[in-house]
């Protein structure tokens, strides 16, 4: 006669093969989201290019026209021109091909930025100097808009360690910014302070369209536009915002975005004291865009 159990047998059995399936079909779910959310982030990165491509299409060709359709009044002698219209038309010209090297210079600056061969060349700045210059040649462009640009700047702010040419480009990038997106009587206020640690805090305040949060992720997206149709109402590559971010970050710094919509945006940048950023520690920081 034979003894023993087998019940308990049974169920241990039962519970591993439904172990095995239940692993199995969570593998299978991580797999397919893995695929699902690549996927998506490859029509997103496509989306992103066909935009960036078609906006910056329009923006070469833009001042290409003018240069070329004035210059062609200018060369034609279809008609003798008076020394006023040969001057408009100069200026005109001028304007266009500023506007034309300005967007080849941010694209060239992108791309150094994504390879990771951006340097910087490292003195001492003084940051009011850079402010003043940054405000002074958006003056003209906020007045024609109808904006108020101020600006309370903090006696006696120190030095930072840094590259006068980029720091410039900074804040050109972040108050063109403000001015292009803020409404006919609006304001743009810059403002700077030192902090307890001897470093520089600038906030650039608008009163304009103001974006949610995120707005504020595509706006710091290289290629991406927050409004990037046809008929957005300011021109612009898209690039200014990413391009300052980075440049910030490679001077020990960092730069926050905090908006609104429909109020307005702030945008802080932090640059560390002199005593705390040296040649060293900024070639360290050369790197791809967005280091750390």
Request: no cysteine; aromatic share 4%; charged share 20%.
């Amino acid at each position: 006669m034979l003894s023993g159990t087998v019940g308990p047998g049974k169920p241990n059995s039962l519970m591993g093969e439904y172990s095995a399936l239940l692993a199995d079909s969570v593998l299978r779910h991580r797999a397919w989201l893995a695929e699902h959310t690549a996927r998506i982030e490859m029509q997103l990165a496509s989306r992103i290019k066909s935009e960036f491509i078609a906006n910056m299409s329009h923006e070469l060709r833009t001042p290409l026209n003018t240069v070329i359709g004035f210059a062609k009044f200018l060369g034609g002698g279809q008609r003798q021109l008076k020394s006023a219209e040969v001057a408009e038309y100069a200026d005109l010209i001028h304007d266009a091909a500023t506007h034309l090297l300005a967007v080849i210079n941010d694209i060239l600056d992108i791309s150094k930025l994504q390879s990771g061969r951006y340097t910087l060349d490292a003195s001492e700045v003084a940051i009011e100097e850079v402010l003043q210059a940054a405000l002074a040649s958006h003056r003209s462009a906020a007045d024609d808009i109808g904006l108020m640009l101020e600006s309370r700047l903090e006696p006696d702010l120190p030095a930072v360690r840094g590259d006068p040419g980029k720091l410039r480009q900074v804040f050109a990038n972040l108050i063109n910014n403000a001015v292009k997106f803020t409404p006919p009587g609006g304001s743009v206020n810059v403002e700077a302070r030192v902090l307890d640690d001897g470093g520089v805090i600038v906030h650039v305040r608008d009163t304009g369209v103001g974006m949610t949060k995120e707005e504020i992720a595509v706006a710091l997206t290289p290629f991406a536009q927050v409004d990037a149709s046809r008929s957005r109402w300011r021109e612009g590559t898209g690039l200014g915002l990413p391009i300052a971010k980075a440049l910030v970050q490679l001077h020990g710094g960092q730069m926050e975005i905090r908006s609104a919509k429909s109020i307005g945006t702030d945008v802080i940048v932090t640059l560390p004291s002199r005593t705390d950023v040296s040649d060293t520690h900024i070639r360290s920081r050369e790197g791809g865009l967005g280091a750390a």
